[in-house]
């Protein structure tokens, strides 16, 4: 995973300087036990949400889109590999990460069948890619697949604590199929118990005539649905191509900050 901030190119609103921030929570070694394994996708196994207690310890504390870096065995080597936490760090009962079955990849394969009960090492929380307290401008979650992850967890975070309150929060989610669309339920819970939230997927390619929202990429919901993106800031998560892509679109639409998180 990358990560970097970049500031906006248009002059016609001060942008903040985007400086690199702060650590809050020193990261760890700890013992993390599988509490649950299920699929989340409604169609296709293909994503699952994991959840772990931690050996003889709490959930540690942690900054909402952050992550953890797990360790298994593979042919006698022992390999790690990083993952968003997905759960808001006020949540205590479990740490909880939603993961996409990647074709021959050891890692997820092998944590998508992994047995309750199972006890891996771990290091965390890590990673700079947080939003600043108080939020300061009104906020866009842009993201593809399981990249919508960290945006969960600061979301849940912000309306645990009271910090959404006088701004707006709008995910935009892209997905191919309506059924990859994951969190929906709770995305659309969310925006029914919140007026400052609004939660926009987009389908490339719906299976199903059912299908009365958005078609396309996230970039076309972007310059349809966001309005004065001058005021706003925007933070953007999922592979490699889609944050370049968006990211350049974002330079040109003028928004007030812009933070993002490349996957590979």
Known sequence: MMREPAPARSSAVPKPAVAEL?????SGKHTAVVKEVFDIATKYPETYL???????????????????????????KRISRPYSIASWPE???????CIKVVEGGFMSN?????????????????????????????????????G?????????????????????????????????????DLFER????????????????????DWKGHVGYVQKVLQEEIKDPRTKQVYICGLHDMVEQVNALCRELGFALIRFEKWD
């Open 22 to 26: 702060p650590v809050k929570f020193r």
């Open 50 to 76: 994991i959840r772990f207690t931690f050996e003889n310890e709490p959930v540690f504390d942690f900054e909402p889109g952050q992550f953890i870096s797990l360790f298994a065995e593979k042919d006698g």
């Open 91 to 97: 949540n205590k009962d479990h740490l909880e990460l």
């Open 110 to 146: 092998y944590l998508h069948k992994v047995p309750v009960g199972t006890k891996l090492g771990s290091i965390g929380p890590l990673g700079r890619f947080v939003m600043p307290e108080p939020v300061e401008h009104d906020t866009v979650f842009v993201a593809t697949g399981t």
């Open 148 to 184: 919508v992850a960290p945006f969960v967890s600061m979301l849940g975070h912000l309306f645990a604590t009271g910090l959404d309150a006088g701004r707006t929060f709008t995910v935009v989610h892209g997905v191919r199929y309506v059924h990859d669309l994951i969190y929906r």
């Open 190 to 209: 969310w925006e029914r118990e919140h007026l400052n939230f609004r939660f926009l997927p987009t389908v490339s390619r719906p299976e199903t005539p």
